[in-house]
C-alpha cells in the first residue's frame, strides 16, 4: 500500500528519521500536497491516468517537481527549469533535525512550495507558531489551500522571502526551501537568538546546508550536507540548454594544462573552495558515449558570455583546453583549486560563515582566517 506508514517505513529504513518527527510523517497525508500531474525523474505522471504509479511515487522518498518555468506555459522542446517541487522526505527531514525545533518554538518558513514542510511544521509546533512566505502568488493561494484541506492554518503570506517577515518577528528559527548565495542579515535580525538553515552557495556548488547560531546580533555556523534545492528567484541567472551558453564555437582560444577536468568533478570539498572564488558559472560533464571513458568538461558562466571546454581523456598527461570570452574561465576554476591545494586540501567541514550587519564571510577554521567576504 501506498499510505504514509509506508513512507515511514521508507524512511526509516534509511535511517533518515530525527527524533520526534515519526507522527509528523504518518500524521501528514503527502497526497494532499500534491496536484494531479507531478514530474517523477523527468516524467509526467498523471493521478487519474494512472492512481497506483502516481500514489507510489507520493510515498517514496522521491523529489516531485510540482512547476516548472515559473508556472508560464512550456512550448514543446523548450527548457523545462523546474521552479517548485515537493523535496525528498529524507531531505526534508535532514533539514528539520539541524533546525533542532523545540516545543513552543516560533518558525519562520521561506519558500512555501506546496505547504507539505509547512504542514509538518505545523504539526510538530501547532500551526499558530509557524509562518510560511513565498514570493509566488500562486504557490501562495495553492500552498494555503492545500494546508487547510489537511486541517492546518499556519499563516502563509506572499513576500520577499529574502526580506523575512518582520511583522511577525521575532521567530526563534529560520528555515529557507531554496538555495540562497548570500544569507540576508534581515533573517538574522528576525531571529536574534536562534538559528537559521537554509542550502547555500553559488552556482558551481551550491550543495551545503549552512547552520547558522545567532547571538548579540551576528550569525556564525558551519556547512553540511549535500542538498540539492532550486535557487532563489531573486538574481536567479539563466538556465538551459549547454547550446544556449556556448558562442562562437570555433573562435575558443586553445591552451593545455596537467590538471585533470575529473579532479575538480571527482571532489565535493574542491568544488566547494572553487566556488568561493568562482561563484558566477556552473560546470557540466559531458561524458562519451562511446565506451572510451573520455568526456568533456564544461564551464559557463552565468551571464552566458564566457565558456571553457577541458577534455579528458584516460591516461594522459595534459588535457586540451578551450576558452572563449572575455574571461579566462578554465584559468580561474584552475587558479581556485591550486589555492584550495595549496592550503593543504581542506574538506568542506573546516570552512565557516559569519553574517553581521555589515555583510558577509567565509572562514577557514576560524572567523580570523577570512578566505572571502562582502559587504551587506
Given amino acids: 500500500m501506498s499510505t504514509p506508514e509506508r513512507l515511514l517505513e521508507i524512511l526509516a529504513g534509511k535511517g533518515s528519521l530525527p527524533p520526534g518527527w515519526a507522527d509528523v510523517v ?44 515559473d508556472g508560464r506555459d512550456v512550448p514543446d522542446g523548450a527548457y523545462r527549469l523546474p521552479t517548485s517541487s515537493s523535496s525528498m522526505p529524507s531531505v526534508m527531514l535532514e533539514m528539520l533535525g539541524l533546525l533542532d525545533v523545540e516545543d513552543g518554538h516560533r518558525v519562520l518558513e521561506l519558500g512555501s512550495g506546496t505547504g507539505y514542510n509547512a504542514a509538518w511544521l505545523a504539526y510538530r509546533l501547532g500551526s499558530a507558531r509557524v509562518t510560511t512566505v513565498d514570493v509566488d502568488p500562486v504557490l501562495v493561494a495553492e500552498a494555503a489551500q492545500n494546508l487547510g484541506s489537511a486541517g492546518f492554518s499556519p499563516r502563509v503570506v506572499r513576500g520577499d522571502g529574502e526580506r523575512g517577515w518582520p511583522a511577525g518577528s521575532p521567530f526563534d528559527r529560520v528555515i529557507a526551501t531554496y538555495t540562497v548565495a548570500e544569507i540576508p542579515y534581515a533573517w538574522v535580525g528576525q531571529a536574534p537568538a536562534g538559528r537559521i538553515v537554509a542550502p547555500w552557495g553559488g552556482s558551481f556548488f551550491s550543495h551545503s546546508f549552512a547552520v547558522l547560531e545567532i547571538a548579540d546580533g551576528e550569525a556564525h555556523g558551519r556547512f553540511s550536507g549535500y542538498p540539492a534545492f532550486m535557487r ?19 573562435d575558443d582560444a586553445p591552451s593545455r594544462s596537467d590538471l585533470s577536468p575529473l579532479a575538480i568533478t ?32 564544461w564551464l559557463l558562466a552565468d551571464d552566458r558570455r564566457s565558456w571553457a571546454a ?64 562582502s559587504r551587506g
Fill in 266 to 297: 571527482g571532489d565535493a570539498d574542491a568544488q566547494f573552495f572553487i566556488g568561493l572564488e568562482v561563484p558566477d558559472a556552473w560546470h557540466l560533464l559531458v561524458e562519451a558515449e562511446d565506451g572510451s571513458g573520455e568526456a568533456t568538461l
Fill in 310 to 373: 577541458a577534455e579528458y581523456v584516460p591516461g594522459a598527461g595534459e588535457y586540451a583546453i578551450g576558452q572563449y570570452g572575455p574571461r579566462r574561465l578554465w584559468e580561474e576554476v584552475e587558479r581556485a583549486y591550486r589555492l584550495w591545494a595549496d592550503r593543504g586540501s581542506p574538506p568542506r567541514d573546516r570552512a565557516g560563515l559569519t553574517v553581521t550587519r555589515s555583510g558577509s564571510l567565509i572562514w577557514l577554521d576560524s572567523p580570523d582566517n577570512a578566505l572571502t567576504s
Fill in 232 to 250: 532563489t528567484r531573486s538574481g536567479r541567472p539563466h538556465r538551459g540548454y549547454l547550446s544556449d551558453f556556448l558562442p562562437h564555437t570555433n
Fill in 26 to 69: 504518518v500524521g501528514v497525508p503527502r497526497e494532499l500536497f500534491l496536484p494531479e500531474v507531478i514530474e517523477v525523474q523527468d516524467q509526467l505522471v498523471s493521478r487519474s491516468d494512472s492512481p497506483e504509479r502516481w500514489l507510489a511515487a507520493v510515498y517514496d522518498d522521491l523529489a516531485l517537481t510540482t512547476q516548472v518555468n
